[in-house]
């Protein structure tokens, strides 16, 4: 009963900022999770789901051509259960649901893991 919540999204303006968080929890109150790796992706009506970033659990990250040097991921390092995406200098063409793809684990009595997806938050650059 892992939950991935994406939040942040909104209607800006061209040239302005907005900063996206991706929250992992775990239904049950017994349960620490923690996100390793993850990824933004971003959809618009009628395309396909197209990769943004990545965040490796070494700290590694990967950026779309298109937001290279305006947008940065990111992972809160304490408890590891909230990932970010710092978008600046947005452009129209950044509108779409952005979507966060994270590897959880999952420690019970036992650990796990898996991959989970979001429900998505809009992202609106207008003027």
């Known amino acids: 009963q892992v939950q991935l919540v994406e939040s942040g999204g909104g209607l800006v303006q061209p040239g302005d900022s907005l900063r996206l968080s991706c929250t992992a929890s775990?239904?049950?109150?017994?349960?620490?999770?923690?996100?390793?790796?993850f990824g933004w992706y971003r959809q618009t009506p009628g395309k396909q789901r197209e990769f943004v970033a990545s965040?490796?659990?070494?700290?590694?990250?990967?950026y779309a051509d298109s937001v290279k040097d305006r947008f940065t991921i990111s992972r809160e390092n304490v408890t590891k259960k909230v990932g970010y995406l710092q978008m600046n200098n947005l452009r129209p063409e950044d509108t779409a649901v952005y979507y966060c793809n994270a590897r959880v684990r999952v420690v019970t009595s036992a650990v796990g893991a898996g991959d989970f997806w979001g429900q998505g938050t809009q992202v609106t650059v207008s003027s």
């Open positions: 775990n239904l049950n109150p017994g349960a620490t999770v923690s996100i390793q790796n």
């Open positions: 965040f490796t659990s070494d700290g590694s990250t990967t």
